[in-house]
């Protein structure tokens, strides 16, 4: 699980940072960090990830934009992808799982539950 | 009197009660316009100020991260060394040494619950992005009531340059009206279950 190679989305430099700092203490070092949506397109034409956390609200192209981007190509039908968020109005988790969304986290997250959600996502998908 | 001129004077009241009325209703009219100019002018203010707060509460939070990742690593090292110390000495080191294996495993107790601490502290840092959220919320209102006034401005027959309108339209803000700076485990347990229950109505 260790050797994920993680892209993690958020507008927010500090919860980019946080979210980093948690996943280093985790042991995951492997970390590419995308501003919104579509820097995150952006890296992943450049470079295979196998795990993605990102954020809902982002400006340029959100959270929920970029999952359905994402499943839109073949390749990346079975990328887990984690989403942090603030939301956590029952349609809004719906949506986010129509979209593509393997799990969901809701901010402020603890890392325990960080953790415990990236190994999950991982098993639901294997 | 005939009766044509008392109709025409009739009239002539008529139209000079409507003359004052509408005057009134203009004094009235211009009598609202400073203030609304007054507001059109501070609403930007106030956006500002509140993007002035959230940039610098950005700012003070990443000095604390700094801090905060100095004091992580300077206790993680400081675990590595006595570790590293401990398994140097021989294992009899400290049996007749009460005193220094004291001040020993009070130093591996500092350094590690420091470090705890020390991420505890940057967890609770997630308040920043929450708040921002909420701030970016209140502006977007600001938006809002800015492009009212606009509205109200156009209708006195006032123009509203393009440059003033674009600059309302053109900010571009990504929050959560609900955003919440609050313990999130009942809200998670919530969420675990929603997704089961999601993912099972999916398969089927």
């Known amino acids: ?126 | 009197m005939s009766e044509t001129v008392m109709v025409s004077s009739k009239i002539h009241e008529e139209i000079r009660e409507l003359t004052q009325s509408v005057d009134r209703m203009a004094e009235a009219f211009r009598t609202l316009q400073s203030p609304i100019e007054e507001s059109r002018k501070q609403v930007p203010e106030a956006t500002m100020q509140l993007e002035r707060i959230n940039k610098q509460t950005e700012e003070a939070t990443h000095r604390v991260l700094d801090m905060v990742e100095q004091i992580t690593n300077d206790a993680g090292n400081m675990i590595q060394d006595l570790k590293a110390l401990r398994k140097a000495l021989p294992a009899t080191y400290f049996k007749n040494r009460s005193k220094v294996r004291d001040v020993f495993e009070h130093m591996e107790k500092v350094a590690s619950s420091s470090q705890e601490n020390a991420f505890a502290i940057m967890d609770t840092l997630q308040f920043q992005d929450i708040t921002a959220q909420q701030m970016d919320h209140t502006a977007h209102l600001l938006d809002e009531v800015e492009t009212k006034l606009h509205s109200i401005k156009g209708l006195f027959g006032e123009e509203i340059s393009d440059e003033q309108e674009e600059m309302v339209i053109s900010k571009k803000r990504a929050f959560d009206p609900n955003a919440r700076y609050q313990d999130s485990s009942e809200s998670q347990l919530q969420v675990d279950k929603l997704i089961e229950s999601a993912r099972n109505g999916l398969q089927k």
Not at chain 1, 16 to 38: C, H, Q, S, V
Not at chain 1, 87 to 110: C, H, L, Q, W
Request: charged fraction near 30%; avoid cysteine; hydrophobic fraction near 40%.
């Open chain 1, 1 to 126: 699980m260790v050797d994920l190679k993680i892209l993690a989305v958020d507008d927010s430099p500090t919860m980019r940072r946080i979210i980093i700092n948690t996943l280093k203490r985790a042991g995951f070092t492997d970390i590419t960090e995308a501003t919104d949506g579509k820097d995150a397109l952006a890296k992943m034409k450049v470079d295979n990830f196998n795990f993605v956390i990102t954020d809902w609200n982002m400006p340029e192209m959100n959270g929920l934009e970029f999952v359905s981007n994402v499943r839109k190509s073949s390749e990346y039908k079975k990328l887990p992808i984690l989403m942090v968020t603030t939301r956590s109005v029952k349609d809004d988790i719906i949506e986010a799982m129509k979209a593509g969304v393997n799990n969901y986290i809701v901010k402020p997250f603890t890392p325990d539950t960080l953790k415990e959600k990236i190994s999950q996502t991982i098993e639901s998908i294997s």
